[in-house]
């Protein structure tokens, strides 16, 4: 069995429209080579060829340039890619022996790759980043299909893209998508390692119409880049002061010394550990405070308010000096503008981090109804219609 997770695509569609993103100086060069180092069933690798034989350039060329490597050999001796073969140097190149080998330079290297790696725990870490890394270590190029938590430009894992430019991206909303059934958010992005500045066009999937950011001043982005988006976006995300949603004062569960999912005389003090209630053996310093508690990661929709009890690493909190407080305060979480932040940059089955951390303050000495905060804000009525329409 494959420990490789990956995402199967509807290539027929999506692979030529990636292909003819790429620079053309790329194509009309008789020498620059590319590289698919997770090339499955070949489909990118058959559309860099389509595309340098309309340039003129002769099979023998072709092959001399297009390079793939993969983590099976059973791929090679797949039926499929005995016509990939013919158009490539194929190779097997564990995953892990890429993602550590020596540097090799190519011109554009275009992937999609492998997204989690199964070790013998069967817990899955997430590969695609470092796999991305390489590649751009490796090539001045890079096309590459992938999960699109890299939105969260401040998460140092995805530093290293800091020091490119992101020229072109399309992000895939959940209605208009090729990935369907798969459970994350996923696009695909073009990449001057060369540089380090510039604008990123992104692709509305809906429309078409691009759209112009600067990712060295924006911050985090939402999960759907459109105008309207970005505009709520500035509005709220992008304030000065923020709710003050945090992890700080929490108990580490990994140290498995300190709790317990039994009560008992040593385990004594009430715990939020994700979605479960379980007991310390400590008072941490948040341990009496008021806090509006959000214990599972998944939804903001299950937060709680209580006090004299620790938090774990997994549940996010915010503190307050009443109950009072505390009740508005989850009434404005769970209201359709903040709901509407927050699933906006759910990439994934969870909450995003970043987001909970900017979420934007409001007051809440007294409560807050829907038309009331997109007052706050200044929404446009256009905006207040985007929400509505996109919050059920």
């Not at 020596?102 to 290297?109: E, G, N, S």
């Not at 509005?235 to 002061?241: A, L, P, R, S, V």
């Not at 299950?302 to 009434?331: G, R, W």
Request: with cysteine; net charge negative; aromatic share 12%.
């Amino acid at each position: 069995m494959n420990m490789f997770f990956r995402i199967i695509l509807d290539y027929d569609t999506l692979v030529s429209e990636i292909v003819a993103k790429i620079p053309e100086k790329h194509f009309v060069s008789e020498t620059d080579t590319f590289l698919d180092p997770a090339f499955a069933g070949g489909q990118l690798l058959k559309a860099v060829a389509k595309r340098l034989n309309k340039y003129g350039h002769s099979i023998e060329n072709i092959r001399s340039r297009l390079f793939g490597y993969e983590d099976s050999i059973a791929y090679l001796n797949h039926p499929a890619n005995y016509s990939t073969a013919m158009i490539a140097n194929l190779s097997v190149v564990r995953y892990m022996e890429f993602i550590n080998m020596a540097k090799k330079d190519f011109d554009v290297i275009l992937v999609n790759a492998p997204y989690q790696n199964a070790d013998k725990n069967n817990t899955a870490t997430s590969l695609w980043i470092p796999f991305i890394e390489k590649c751009c270590s490796m090539a001045d190029t890079v096309a590459t299909v992938n999960p699109i938590n890299w939105l969260n430009v401040d998460m140092n894992k995805y530093s290293f893209l800091k020091n490119c430019h992101i020229f072109l991206s399309k992000i895939y909303n959940s209605k208009n998508t090729p990935f369907n059934g798969v459970g994350i958010r996923v696009g695909y992005m073009l990449i001057d390692t060369t540089s380090n500045s510039g604008i990123t066009k992104f692709i509305d999937s809906d429309t078409d119409e691009i759209i112009e950011v600067d990712l060295k001043t924006s911050g985090n982005l939402p999960g759907n880049i459109n105008n309207i988006v970005l505009s709520i976006w500035k509005k709220t995300m992008y304030c000065e002061n923020k709710m003050g949603i945090t992890r700080k004062g929490q108990l580490h569960t990994q140290n498995k010394e300190l709790w317990s999912e039994t009560k008992s005389e040593k385990f004594c003090y009430p715990l939020y550990k994700s979605n479960e209630h379980v007991w310390s053996s400590i008072k941490k310093e948040n341990y009496h405070d008021i806090k509006l508690i959000i214990p599972e990661a998944r939804s903001h929709l299950k937060s709680v308010i209580k006090s004299d009890c620790n938090t774990s690493q997994s549940a996010y909190y915010v503190k307050y000096d009443t109950v009072s407080q505390a009740e508005n305060a989850k009434d404005i979480l769970c209201s359709k503008l903040f709901t509407f932040l927050l699933n906006e940059s759910k990439w994934g089955p969870g909450l995003s981090q970043s987001t909970l951390e900017n979420l934007p303050f409001i007051d809440v000495s007294s409560t807050w109804a829907d038309n009331e905060l997109y007052a706050h804000f200044d929404l446009t009525q256009e905006e207040i219609e985007y929400i509505e329409a996109n919050v059920k």
